[in-house]
């Protein structure tokens, strides 16, 4: 069993930037793939980052905007948001699963394990 608890979320204009943090409690075997997914009104859930051992994954909006970064020994998985744009509004998740290798890293359901949300809002 794992819970997982997000918090760091916001409002901010254009250009600000945000951090996230979700701490995990539970079986630290059940955290090999620790990612944020994130879902605006009226869209589907999209993946954003991942962290896979020391490997990391971002969508393409993202990239060069967003870093993914983990503390194991805190149980804890980041994402620094910089640059933000409005089209960055939406929930942000954090996400978990136990299995073995980082094939569809951004699909929902490749995850057992999931936080409850933060919002994050970013005003032109």
């Known amino acids: 069993q794992l819970n997982l608890m997000e918090s760091g979320g916001g409002s901010v204009q254009a250009g600000g930037s945000l951090r996230l943090s979700c701490a995990a409690s539970?079986?630290?075997?059940?955290?090999?793939?620790m990612a944020w997914f994130r879902q605006a009104p009226g869209k589907e859930r999209e993946g954003v980052a991942a962290?896979?051992?020391?490997?990391?994954y971002y969508t393409d909006s993202v990239k060069g905007r967003f870093t993914i970064s983990r503390d194991n020994d805190k149980k804890t998985v980041y994402l620094q948001m910089n640059s933000l744009k409005p089209e960055d509004t939406a929930t942000y998740y954090c996400?978990?699963?136990?299995?073995?290798?980082?094939?569809?890293?951004?699909?929902?359901?490749?995850?057992?394990?999931w936080g409850q949300g933060t919002q994050v809002t970013v005003s032109s």
């Open positions: 996400a978990a699963s136990g299995a073995l290798g980082a094939a569809n890293w951004n699909s929902p359901g490749r995850y057992t394990y």
């Open positions: 539970g079986t630290p075997a059940m955290t090999a793939m």
């Open positions: 962290s896979y051992f020391r490997t990391t």
